[in-house]
């Protein structure tokens, strides 16, 4: 894999102007990506996330500071040059009537083709490949009103492909999409980078898909923004500062996020393997904290896949069918 | 995935449906012509009465609804693109009525100076001018708002609003004005296909010429802006500057148009809408040679209409088109309820 940094962001300050003012939303950015990554922006609501990548894009003008692609400045790429370089795809939907998704994508190559917009024979196989690497070949002569949110977003994703440009922001790429297409896209996104060797910067609120499959994450904390692979920042702790709330919880071990409950006890588990498992992940989402010592109240697992679970307590002990009415008991 | 071979099949088939209304609208008329006169007329020589009423008058009036129809129509498509509304035509900006401003004020304005005979139909330079001036202001104004702000459906608004004013300046100018002036401007407001001279024909056919030109330049532009303008600008587009270009033109072909015709409605809202659903298409490399056309098809076809074939009478030529165009329109909004999609 090549080391070459594509994207660098130095002292980029992102905002707006008002009344002549300028208003930045957040602190200079100082972060960058290199060929064959996929980088996801992480934080809170509001923190800036979309001006970043908007700013990026050169949608919105940087209040300061410079964003560099390909050693050079973006500012000094006329307007074609930087979309040879650089592509954007935002949760906007485009829906417009008769367009197939073949259309959809040759848009991509706007950049490339003359003033009139005539495709090379070039230019359509390009489309053409897009479409196979996103798995849209067969959608290619649908219109774009007929086909799913998620199908319209990989024709979309397919569109600043056929852009061939190195840098690709993709700004919330995933929302309202349900969770098999989130992972199809992000999945395609991560093939992508290494593929194309190009760099694909995408926000997101998926903390999840985020640490399975960026390769990098850059994460706007309110007094930083932290810079590194998922599994740095866990172990430095920085997701940690991610959640104000007192109510959410981040668990280092496993990057999974719990809800605080009331506390209401300890409780041991006796049993083995996928039953013990789930067991002891429904006390705990119940609010108990569970031991690895013995406690005087403790549950048994089955034995077998049609036993029922026995909540112990000294001499007695009762029966429950499924862990729903042991929950139930339990919190009564 | 090509869909080469069947396009051309509609633009043959189309070509020949426009030829024929074309011939059709000359050989209809208040004098009834045998079709075999008229072609002699047309293409070697036959009586000179024959001649004259061919060469004349209904030629001139055949070209000139050609014209109207690719003119109305193309810039009707632009603003539809550019503002990504259905609804949009080519009268949004408030061009027709900074026009009919500037007649009411020649045909209104100055009753005690011009005699209504003066004034009768549209072959009077003063009105045109008037007509001209009154669009051109509007037009000026409009691409001068439109580069200050940022947001594309402001200019719309502004449009509409703008045309909402001056129709109340006019409002105001008729409540007060003679009957006989009320009535010609009135005439002027239904709109007239028959009226030009040859120098005014050769006049409208350049300015509109310039117009189409300029549409030509839009088209890379026009498939960008199906995006919305934001993705339009990260696929490279400069939006200020098309949009521009966009609206120049659209001022131009809808400018000279209602100068020289009058403001004919619903054209250039609906023939759009006929030709996307002909071609099934999006891309206005096909759509701006199809609308060509499409639009002058339909104002042959009424123009026609208005003739009332077999009758001396002619109808006002702005109630054919409604006529016609309405239900395209209404078609338009219940088939969007279904789809959801913008154009």
């Known amino acids: 894999m090549n080391n070459e940094i594509v994207l660098l962001l130095e002292s980029l300050i992102i905002g707006y102007e008002k009344g002549g003012h300028n208003i930045p939303v957040y602190l200079p950015v100082n972060a960058s990506g290199r060929k064959g990554e996929l980088i996801a922006v992480i934080g809170r609501n509001g923190i800036g996330k979309s001006t970043l990548l908007r700013s990026i894009a050169g949608l919105q003008k940087p209040l300061g500071g410079t964003v560099c692609i390909n050693g050079k400045e973006s500012r000094e790429y006329s307007k074609t040059e930087l979309a040879q370089n650089l592509g954007y795809v935002s949760t906007e939907v485009v829906k417009v009537n008769n367009m197939r998704v073949y259309d959809l994508v040759s848009l991509g190559r706007f950049p490339h083709t003359n003033w009139y917009g005539r495709m090379k024979q070039s230019d359509h196989d390009i489309v053409l490949n897009c479409l196979e690497m996103t798995g849209m070949t067969a959608l290619a002569d649908m219109l774009i009103t007929e086909i799913s949110d998620g199908e319209r977003q990989k024709a979309m994703i397919a569109r600043v492909l056929a852009q061939d440009a190195a840098v690709m922001v993709m700004d919330e790429p995933t929302a309202f999409l349900d969770i098999t297409s989130r992972y199809e896209i992000v999945h395609l996104m991560h093939q992508l980078a290494v593929e194309k060797a190009g760099t694909i910067v995408f926000s997101t609120h998926d903390l999840n898909i985020a640490l399975n499959q960026a390769d990098k994450i850059w994460l706007m904390l309110d007094d930083d923004l932290k810079e590194g692979s998922p599994e740095d920042l866990m172990l430095e702790g920085s997701f940690d500062k991610l959640f104000s709330s007192p109510e959410v919880r981040f668990n280092t071990d496993d990057g999974s996020l719990t809800i605080k409950k009331e506390e209401r006890g300890r409780l041991y588990v006796e049993g083995t393997g996928r039953l013990r498992h789930w067991t002891e992940k429904a006390l705990s989402r119940a609010g108990f904290s569970i031991t690895v ?14 036993g029922t679970w026995v909540l112990a307590n000294g001499n007695s002990s009762r029966e429950y069918n499924t862990i729903y009415d042991l929950l139930r008991e339990l919190t009564a | 995935m090509d869909n080469t071979g069947k396009n051309i099949i509609i633009f043959t088939v189309l070509l020949v449906i426009t030829s024929l209304l074309f011939l059709l609208d000359i050989f209809m008329g208040s004098v009834s012509l045998k ?27 055949a070209i000139t609804a050609t014209v109207v129809g690719i003119a109305l129509s193309i810039s009707g498509l632009q603003m539809q693109t550019l503002f990504r509304n259905p609804m949009a035509g080519p009268y949004v900006l408030g061009i027709s009525s900074g026009a009919s401003l500037g007649v009411a004020f020649i045909i209104l304005g100055f009753s005690a100076d011009l005699s209504p005979e003066n004034l009768r139909g549209m072959g009077n330079w003063s009105v045109i001018a008037a007509a001209w001036a009154g669009a051109a202001a509007v037009m000026v104004l409009m691409l001068w708002l439109s580069s200050k702000l940022k947001d594309i459906l402001t200019v719309l ?43 005014q024909l050769n006049v409208m056919l350049l300015s509109v010429s310039a117009g189409i030109v300029i549409s030509l330049l839009s088209v890379k532009s026009l498939n960008a802006l199906l995006l919305g303008e934001n993705y339009a600008a990260t696929i490279g587009l400069n939006v200020g500057l098309s949009r521009l270009l966009i609206l120049t033109g659209t001022s131009i072909l809808a400018g000279s148009i209602t100068a020289f015709c009058g ?17 099934r298409s999006a891309d206005h490399r096909i759509l701006l040679p199809g609308i060509f056309l499409t639009g002058s098809s339909i104002m042959l076809l009424s123009d026609i209409v208005s003739q009332l074939p077999g009758s001396d009478n002619v109808l006002p030529v702005n109630s054919v088109t409604a006529m016609i165009g309405i239900p395209v329109v209404i078609w338009v909004v219940l088939r969007n309820r279904k789809y959801q999609g913008v154009l």
């Not at chain 2, 036959?46 to 001139?60: G, T």
């Not at chain 2, 409605?265 to 071609?279: D, E, N, Q, Y």
Request: no cysteine; aromatic share 8%.
């Open chain 2, 263 to 279: 403001p004919i409605g619903f054209i250039g809202i609906a023939v759009p809408h006929v030709t996307r659903l002909i071609f």
């Open chain 1, 293 to 306: 010592e013995k406690t005087p109240r403790y549950i048994k697992t089955p034995p077998g896949k049609n």
């Open chain 2, 157 to 199: 608004v502004i449009g509409i609003m703008l045309a909402g004013g001056i129709s109340a300046i006019v409002t105001i100018m008729q409540y007060f004005s003679h009957e006989t002036m009320l009535k010609a401007y009135i005439v002027w407001t239904m709109g007239s296909l028959g009226n030009l001279t040859a120098s």
């Open chain 2, 35 to 61: 079709i075999t006169d008229v072609l002699k007329a047309l293409f070697t020589t036959s009586e000179p009465e024959i001649e004259m009423i061919v060469l004349r008058f209904r030629l001139p009036k």
